[in-house]
């Protein structure tokens, strides 16, 4: 049975964090840090993101990942001696709004909305996702977030928050991501499952879980491929 929606994750799956972090970064700090390994911070930045999203409690009230993302830049710059002014350091925080989708990301999800109803299901802000679609110009039918259930994938209640307000069975529902974690989460609940390669989600390709996997209902090398296999 073809699905009646796609859920996206929206940070690495839709969206280039990576590159356009680094790019904020080197604009930002290049000249106090020249021979900064950038995109090595980047890569330091996420993972200390998922550090603190991970110890949020289930029950504990939502913090926003806008506030995650500047508490973890601080003793990161530290830790590599860049002495970057309070207004840089609040700038650069919020490039993780400004994300730039993959080149696939508009014209695959332009292909896709002509037979489905397309969502993002995020851990990002409600406000970042707002701004990252309106800065890509990404033809989303709607949005939603962890942060209306204030909980972060993969807990279930965010995926049941999606199929309720779409009115839909998660049997009807696709969830689309280049994290594995995220749809197997998803699959457990009932949900469709379409896995997208993202090899140069952390810029090296070695630092990547790019391998298509039987599990999921589809693998794809992007939103393209995906377009083609459900035939858009």
């Known amino acids: 049975m073809r699905p009646r929606a796609l859920l996206f994750d929206v940070q690495g799956t839709a969206t280039d964090f990576h590159s356009t972090i680094v790019r904020a970064a080197v604009a930002a700090a290049g ?11 980047v890569n330091d930045w ?15 009230g939502w913090v926003s990942v806008a506030s995650i993302y500047r508490k973890t830049l601080d003793p990161l710059l530290a830790a590599e001696g860049i002495d970057l002014k309070l207004a840089a350091r609040d700038e650069l925080a919020r490039a993780w709004a400004r994300l730039d989708p993959w080149p696939d990301t508009v014209p695959g999800l332009r292909r896709l909305r002509t037979k489905f109803t397309l969502a993002t299901l995020s851990n990002a802000d409600v406000s970042a996702v707002v701004e ?3 800065h890509g110009d990404l033809p989303w039918h709607a949005v939603f977030a962890a942060e209306m259930v204030g909980a972060f994938k993969p807990d279930p209640r ?12 998660p049997s009807e529902i696709m969830m689309v991501a280049s994290h594995k974690y995220d749809i197997r989460a998803a699959r457990e609940l009932g949900f469709r499952t ?5 090899p140069l989600e952390y810029g090296d390709p070695a630092l990547a879980d790019a391998e298509f996997s039987a599990e999921f209902d589809i693998n794809a090398v992007d939103f393209l491929d995906l377009a083609d296999q459900l035939a858009c």
């Open 31 to 41: 000249e106090l840090s020249p021979d900064q390994d950038w995109g090595k911070f």
């Open 46 to 60: 996420r993972a200390a993101y998922f550090t603190e999203t991970s110890r949020q409690p289930a029950d504990s």
């Open 132 to 134: 990252i679609t309106r």
């Open 158 to 169: 965010t995926y049941g928050l999606a199929a309720r307000y779409l009115g839909l069975e």
């Open 194 to 198: 379409a896995f997208v390669a993202r």
